[in-house]
């Protein structure tokens, strides 16, 4: 049997890929930000619904036991922030199942840090600067998008006010797809995903805020100044229509994060998926006390694949998944 056992890189993009790199650790370098490892295996994973978590079996002192592969290092370093590190930075490899395709691989590079004392303002004016400094060209303006505008431009829609089963109609007639149980949530997540987010970042930086608040993640929730309504503190970047970085000012309340996981656990019984076991070691070190501050994720490797002209992320990988 013959294989392909080549890199899907070429060799000179994987050195311009080193390069940035060391321009990443360079930025943070200059900006008092230190470097940290987490592990990839640990004993909770992420309970997002739309999130595929991996997880093997292995032998620990405690016996044979479920560890999960992290589908970011948010919980291990969220751990590091309670015990007193101040801000860091870390360039982690993570993984998601059944996220394939030119702008996903199993694993990935995820860059992820967090600046205790820093507001959503603050790290969206950083996370700015981190982008300029990797792409080769003036990428334009930066353009500050609320989520609930975009909808209205786009598709004529209030999405908080929007009927469910008109939302229902309009993911159906966009997706083409049979979704008459979707919640609100997934109905506005495919809406965007496939007639908003493709515009997105085409005449410079855009920054999306003010998701719905059920769209809050591990993020606090802030009122929308039209109305009142319940919002995400939380942001999205992005460049060519690629979502390069989300971005949340953290929730720090324990009983609240407790409570969010749980009622994932919920949604993800009733969406016939498995249950993820709940990092207790998290939520034990916010009752423990985590500094309030913000903190965002960025793909590497989309933002590389911009950086460095091409057109899907294993053209930036070493070894994409279908030949690692």
Not at 111 to 138: C, K, Q, S, V
Not at 175 to 187: T, V
Not at 225 to 250: C, T
């Amino acid at each position: 049997m013959t294989v392909d056992w080549r890199p899907t890189a070429e060799i000179a993009t994987l050195r311009e890929r080193a390069r940035l790199m060391a321009e990443v650790r360079a930025f943070f370098a200059e900006r008092g930000v230190w470097e940290v490892e987490t592990p990839v295996l640990g004993h909770g994973g992420s309970t997002d619904v739309h999130l595929a978590s991996l997880s093997c079996e292995a032998v620990t002192p405690a016996g044979r036991e479920r560890l999960w592969l992290q589908t970011s290092p948010e919980f291990h370093m969220k751990r590091l922030l309670a015990a007193g590190s101040g801000p860091i930075f870390q360039i982690a490899r993570s993984f998601r199942d059944g996220e394939v395709g030119g702008r996903h691989n199993l694993e990935f590079s995820m860059l992820e840090w967090y600046r205790p004392g820093l507001d959503l303002e603050g790290l969206i004016a950083e996370t700015e600067a981190l982008i300029r400094r990797a792409l080769p060209e003036d990428p334009g303006p930066l353009r500050r998008r609320r989520y609930r505008e975009l909808f209205r431009e786009h598709l004529g829609l209030d999405p908080f006010r929007e009927p469910l089963d008109a939302l229902r109609r309009r993911a159906a007639e966009a997706g083409g797809l049979d979704i008459a149980e979707a919640s609100r949530d997934d109905c506005l997540d495919l809406l965007i995903s496939l007639t908003i987010e493709p515009q997105l970042g085409r005449e410079g930086i855009d920054v999306v805020v003010d998701y719905p608040a059920g769209q809050a993640a591990l993020a606090r929730r802030h009122r929308d100044p039209e109305d009142g309504e319940w919002v995400a503190s939380r942001f999205e970047v992005y460049r060519h229509g690629l979502e390069l970085a989300n971005g949340y000012d953290e929730l720090t309340d324990a009983a609240e994060q407790r409570a969010r996981f749980e009622e994932d656990n919920v949604a993800r019984r009733a969406a016939g998926l498995p249950e993820v076991d709940v990092d207790e070691r998290l939520l034990a070190a916010l009752e423990a006390g985590m500094p309030a501050g913000s903190g965002v994720a960025l793909g590497l490797d989309r933002l590389f694949q911009l950086a460095l002209g091409h057109d899907s992320v294993a053209e930036v990988m070493a070894f994409a998944t279908p030949r690692a």
